[in-house]
């Protein structure tokens, strides 16, 4: 099977297993900037990042895309995690902070393999619709694999499984993880190799889950990442790879019905044969340029939803 998506025609496709979450308030960025991995203020109005919340021990609650709409606003786009199970547990430390954590109406979040109209890069962009009171919200999503656009607005995308199927598979393809309720607060972002999408800092200043991550980065003790796999017989979460006849990793993630996986194996490790259940794995190539950093863009940037 080939590891580059194929062109969907038509219309945009739903997303249905993606939700949003709006903090909005004179200090929604202060929060989001003491809560989440990444350095929220490295953004301008416009800007996105992949980011997370973690447990204090360091291991990852939800994993997203955070987009700065403006001073005042933030969206985080959550795929796999229910939105009001986030803002339930947020809401334990607003305490005095003047912000409100809520589910946007009326918008919905869409894709399609082809290439934004605007946006580029970590900056989204609006696209304005005459005919809508509110516009869409883009997003870059292209990597490696080809491109992909992300749309959140008020026109939901066309329902289409093998669609929705295919996103998933070029999310693992280019290594982000697809955490299922069973896989959160398991594994440190190192041990899902996000440094690979730039989506935490070990310089800003302290957010849950901080000094773990800066001690594994600092001293070099990350000592398991992200593997993709293909496997012969389907997978779920949680599955053991083998090696030389002993456990050395389990399986995060999977797409393609459990054909293809993400594992999180020992980084040092021998070139002996992989496998699972007497099933051996091929180990397939991570792609890259999904991290999205702050780099400036011509992008037309949102202004103030």
């Known amino acids: 099977m080939s590891d580059k998506p194929q062109g969907i025609p038509g219309p945009f ?3 249905p297993d993606h939700a949003l979450v709006r903090l909005h308030g ?7 900037q003491a809560q989440f991995m990444n350095d ?8 996105w990042q992949w980011s997370g919340w973690l447990t204090p021990k360091g291991r990852v609650v939800a994993l997203f895309a955070l987009i700065r709409i403006d001073a005042e606003t933030l969206w985080l786009c959550l795929p796999d995690t229910a939105p009001s199970t986030l803002i339930e547990a947020l ?30 890069g970590n900056q989204a962009a609006w696209l304005a619709d005459g005919s809508l009171e509110v516009d869409s919200l883009e997003l870059d999503m292209g990597g ?10 008020p026109m939901p995308g066309e329902p289409d499984p093998q669609a929705v199927a295919r996103w998933r598979q070029a999310d693992l393809a280019h290594g982000l993880p697809r955490l299922e309720a069973s896989q959160l607060e398991q594994w440190t972002p190192q041990q899902l190799s996000l440094e ?3 989506a935490f800092s070990v310089k800003k ?6 000094e773990i991550v800066a001690r594994t980065h600092y001293l070099g003790k990350a000592k398991r990442g992200l593997v993709r796999l293909r496997a012969g017989i389907p997978l779920v979460p949680g599955a053991g790879v083998i090696q030389d006849g002993r456990s050395i990793g389990k399986v995060v993630s999977t797409a393609d019905n459990g054909f293809e996986l993400l594992a999180i194996l020992p980084l040092d490790r021998n070139g002996a044969i992989l496998d699972t259940g007497g099933t051996a794995l091929t180990e397939l190539p991570l792609q890259s340029g999904l991290d999205r950093t702050g780099s400036k863009t011509t992008s037309t940037a949102p202004q103030g939803r």
Request: aromatic share 8%.
């Open 91 to 120: 809401e334990r430390f607003v305490f005095r902070s003047k912000l409100v954590l809520d589910v946007p109406t009326g918008l919905s979040v869409s894709g399609g393999f082809a290439a934004p109209v605007e946006a580029a």
């Open 13 to 15: 496709f739903a997303l």
């Open 205 to 210: 200043g302290c957010y849950p889950g901080q």
């Open 196 to 198: 690979r999408l730039k």
């Open 26 to 32: 004179r200090d929604a960025i202060a929060f989001a």
């Open 144 to 153: 490696e694999g080809g491109p992909r656009c992300l749309r959140i607005g």
């Open 40 to 47: 929220v203020n490295a953004l301008q109005d416009g800007q």
